[in-house]
């Protein structure tokens, strides 16, 4: 077993931990199971991929979103990790010949969403699997007091029966004590060690603006703070906006949302993290698992609904530790669109039931039928079939989601997959009877090399064209061609969202939708809401002090560097320079005897005429000062 110092330099290049990882490693390599709290940009996923190398056993990871799943997949792999991923849209051959390799092969992490956990095709091989950590990723998941609730997250604690003795690792950003507590029951973790750093970021400014004009005050907050920024809002089409509006003004920026095409996603990412694009004006589909440490300002257009929501999104500042700001904007007409929002998030039940009754006619699925299948989502024939308004039915499809019906991979766009179905030799025989298709298995095997005969590798159609000099439409030929033959199994790109159902279909009447918990739940986003609400209004208390002691940080000290801290420390500064500068006033009047006002001012010439006023005025307020029948100003003997 290899020591964790070894893995930590070796795969990540680095010498020593940051504060609060190496205990927490060394608890879950105890056998503990262990809850850590690590603000964003903490490194929590190095808690739970050393120790999983050190012990050379698998770690099963639970991660709820598919971009999440595919960016620390690439990572582990590029750093020399084997690692893979099960989620919806792979095929049953895809998913059976995945959880093989975690059987058989030399996997060492493999990422599963909660909903897969207990199918029977999991469930058996995870029988065969020699699993050593099952970490929890984005853990609040699980807490129905968590800003991202997912019931699919309540799985975990059964799935854990497959597992004796195998210690759980559930890592979270932000956690009040509520939702610490949930977790620690939820996951039936007993004893567990708990790790927590403070939530304060010292080197992170935030500020509040309420205004207007958001163009503008975007605009300062760009000239006055150099280097890259992301600019979050509610909408994917005020992202094109904004981000068009910030060209015409001479600044680089993209705009990002889960509408666009995987590859252009990736494009205009990378094209920020190089540092050739500034600005990347985005929803919150942008920003997890994404390490860009040199980000100096996350302004938020549009107030999040939650201030768990706003901490992770403005914690992407500054995580190389030097100076970063946050900041963001509203106006009263923001926070009434905030309130509103707790309505369209909780729709009325009869509406609920005959959205999903659509989606049974919609698909012909049976009543006790599709669970676990996955479906093509059209949402704009849907809503036009169906006489359905977009945003309502989103706010309905992302609440049956909630309640563990189905699953919507609203931004799903899987590249297409190819993997060989039979071995080298078998292929050469092939090649020989079908000495026309040589070339073009010879490219595809230069493209890719062996690993197709042992996994899916995603490959682009476009890509083997311009190489083959011949029409895209040769290679899906080809590649069609080589699947009927059972020579490769080919899953080609789905762009269109995918929904999954999570159980059997119910009949829509006999929907068994949990009442009373829904009712607590909209109270709970209700709260949350106000705690934003009064976030952005609060007049003087410290901005960083707000969101600590809403983390039940309760003795959180002012942080000297939001917008409320400035203004404090200058109010302190100008009450102090009044005072100096009364006293010189008096000294001088007092060597003098008597003066008229306009005499005294000519004595300070660099004082502005309002300073100087209000200095004069405070001193014949206290009686320090007084004024003679004739308008002389004196000095008053009887004042101490």
């Given at each position: 077993?290899?020591?964790?110092?070894?893995?930590?330099?070796?795969?990540?290049?680095?010498?020593?931990?940051?504060?609060?990882?190496?205990?927490?490693?060394?608890?879950?390599?105890?056998?503990?199971?262990?809850?850590?709290?690590?603000?964003?940009?903490?490194?929590?996923?190095?808690?739970?991929?050393?120790?999983?190398?050190?012990?050379?056993?698998?770690?099963?990871?639970?991660?709820?979103?598919?971009?999440?799943?595919?960016?620390?997949?690439?990572?582990?792999?590029?750093?020399?990790?084997?690692?893979?991923?099960?989620?919806?849209?792979?095929?049953?051959?895809?998913?059976?010949?995945?959880?093989?390799?975690?059987?058989?092969?030399?996997?060492?992490?493999?990422?599963?969403?909660?909903?897969?956990?207990?199918?029977?095709?999991?469930?058996?091989?995870?029988?065969?699997?020699?699993?050593?950590?099952?970490?929890?990723?984005?853990?609040?998941?699980?807490?129905?007091?968590?800003?991202?609730?997912?019931?699919?997250?309540?799985?975990?604690?059964?799935?854990?029966?497959?597992?004796?003795?195998?210690?759980?690792?559930?890592?979270?950003?932000?956690?009040?004590?509520?939702?610490?507590?949930?977790?620690?029951?939820?996951?039936?973790?007993?004893?567990?060690?708990?790790?927590?750093?403070?939530?304060?970021?010292?080197?992170?400014?935030?500020?509040?603006?309420?205004?207007?004009?958001?163009?503008?005050?975007?605009?300062?907050?760009?000239?006055?703070?150099?280097?890259?920024?992301?600019?979050?809002?509610?909408?994917?089409?005020?992202?094109?906006?904004?981000?068009?509006?910030?060209?015409?003004?001479?600044?680089?920026?993209?705009?990002?949302?889960?509408?666009?095409?995987?590859?252009?996603?990736?494009?205009?990412?990378?094209?920020?993290?190089?540092?050739?694009?500034?600005?990347?004006?985005?929803?919150?589909?942008?920003?997890?698992?994404?390490?860009?440490?040199?980000?100096?300002?996350?302004?938020?257009?549009?107030?999040?609904?939650?201030?768990?929501?706003?901490?992770?999104?403005?914690?992407?500042?500054?995580?190389?530790?030097?100076?970063?700001?946050?900041?963001?904007?509203?106006?009263?007409?923001?926070?009434?669109?905030?309130?509103?929002?707790?309505?369209?998030?909780?729709?009325?039940?009869?509406?609920?039931?005959?959205?999903?009754?659509?989606?049974?006619?919609?698909?012909?699925?049976?009543?006790?039928?599709?669970?676990?299948?996955?479906?093509?989502?059209?949402?704009?024939?849907?809503?036009?079939?169906?006489?359905?308004?977009?945003?309502?039915?989103?706010?309905?499809?992302?609440?049956?989601?909630?309640?563990?019906?189905?699953?919507?991979?609203?931004?799903?766009?899987?590249?297409?997959?190819?993997?060989?179905?039979?071995?080298?030799?078998?292929?050469?025989?092939?090649?020989?009877?079908?000495?026309?298709?040589?070339?073009?298995?010879?490219?595809?095997?230069?493209?890719?090399?062996?690993?197709?005969?042992?996994?899916?590798?995603?490959?682009?159609?476009?890509?083997?064209?311009?190489?083959l000099k011949c029409p895209i439409n040769e290679v899906f030929k080809g590649l069609e061609f080589l699947a009927t033959r059972n020579i490769i199994d080919y899953q080609r790109q789905k762009n269109l969202p995918q929904i999954q159902l999570l159980t059997p279909r119910y009949d829509a009447n006999k929907l068994p939708l949990a009442l009373e918990s829904i009712k607590k739940r909209r109270e709970k986003d209700t709260a949350k809401i106000e705690a934003v609400v009064h976030y952005a209004n609060h007049p003087a208390l410290c901005r960083s002090m707000m969101l600590l002691?809403?983390?039940?940080?309760?003795?959180?000290?002012?942080?000297?560097?939001?917008?409320?801290?400035?203004?404090?420390?200058?109010?302190?500064?100008?009450?102090?320079?009044?005072?100096?500068?009364?006293?010189?006033?008096?000294?001088?009047?007092?060597?003098?005897?008597?003066?008229?006002?306009?005499?005294?001012?000519?004595?300070?010439?660099?004082?502005?005429?309002?300073?100087?006023?209000?200095?004069?005025?405070?001193?014949?307020?206290?009686?320090?000062?007084?004024?003679?029948?004739?308008?002389?100003?004196?000095?008053?003997?009887?004042?101490?």
């Open positions: 077993m290899w020591e964790i110092h070894e893995i930590l330099e070796k795969y990540w290049g680095y010498s020593s931990f940051r504060p609060g990882q190496e205990e927490a490693i060394r608890s879950v390599l105890a056998g503990n199971d262990t809850l850590l709290l690590l603000p964003t940009g903490g490194g929590k996923s190095i808690c739970f991929q050393v120790p999983a190398l050190a012990t050379g056993k698998l770690c099963i990871v639970v991660s709820p979103l598919i971009a999440l799943m595919k960016d620390q997949v690439d990572q582990l792999k590029r750093r020399g990790i084997q690692a893979a991923a099960i989620f919806s849209g792979m095929s049953e051959r895809e998913i059976d010949i995945t959880l093989d390799n975690c059987v058989y092969g030399q996997i060492s992490f493999l990422y599963v969403s909660p909903e897969r956990l207990m199918t029977e095709l999991m469930i058996e091989r995870t029988k065969k699997m020699k699993v050593g950590l099952l970490a929890v990723d984005e853990a609040h998941c699980i807490s129905q007091w968590g800003y991202d609730f997912r019931s699919s997250y309540l799985k975990i604690a059964e799935f854990r029966k497959l597992l004796p003795g195998v210690p759980v690792m559930a890592v979270t950003a932000s956690a009040t004590n509520e939702v610490r507590a949930d977790i620690l029951d939820k996951l039936c973790m007993r004893n567990a060690k708990i790790f927590t750093r403070t939530f304060a970021r010292d080197n992170l400014s935030y500020s509040v603006i309420n205004t207007e004009s958001k163009e503008t005050k975007l605009l300062q907050i760009l000239t006055k703070v150099k280097g890259s920024t992301i600019v979050y809002t509610r909408t994917r089409n005020r992202t094109v906006q904004i981000a068009n509006w910030l060209v015409s003004k001479g600044i680089t920026a993209s705009a990002y949302h889960a509408g666009l095409s995987t590859q252009e996603r990736d494009q205009r990412q990378q094209s920020w993290i190089n540092d050739r694009t500034r600005v990347m004006v985005a929803t919150n589909a942008f920003g997890m698992g994404i390490d860009k440490p040199d980000v100096r300002a996350v302004i938020h257009w549009d107030l999040p609904a939650s201030l768990e929501a706003y901490y992770q999104e403005a914690g992407r500042a500054g995580r190389d530790g030097l100076k970063a700001y946050a900041v963001a904007m509203y106006n009263e007409q923001d926070l009434n669109l905030l309130r509103k929002g707790i309505q369209q998030k909780y729709p009325d039940i009869e509406f609920l039931k005959r959205v999903y009754q659509s989606i049974a006619n919609f698909f012909q699925i049976p009543i006790g039928s599709g669970y676990m299948a996955s479906y093509d989502f059209d949402a704009e024939l849907f809503a036009t079939n169906y006489n359905y308004g977009r945003l309502e039915l989103f706010y309905a499809l992302k609440f049956l989601e909630q309640e563990g019906f189905l699953l919507l991979n609203e931004d799903f766009d899987s590249p297409s997959r190819v993997k060989f179905l039979i071995n080298k030799i078998d292929l050469y025989d092939f090649q020989l009877r079908y000495f026309n298709y040589d070339p073009f298995i010879k490219r595809l095997l230069r493209f890719h090399g062996g690993e197709m005969f042992s996994e899916y590798v995603s490959i682009s159609e476009a890509a083997l064209a311009k190489s002691q809403y983390f039940d940080e309760k003795e959180a000290p002012y942080c000297n560097l939001c917008d409320h801290c400035i203004q404090r420390k200058k109010a302190i500064q100008s009450k102090r320079d009044l005072s100096s500068l009364a006293a010189q006033i008096r000294d001088y009047v007092a060597q003098q005897g008597k003066l008229q006002p306009n005499e005294l001012k000519l004595a300070f010439p660099d004082l502005e005429i309002a300073t100087f006023s209000s200095a004069l005025h405070w001193l014949v307020e206290q009686e320090v000062l007084i004024y003679d029948r004739s308008g002389f100003l004196l000095l008053n003997q009887n004042s101490s």
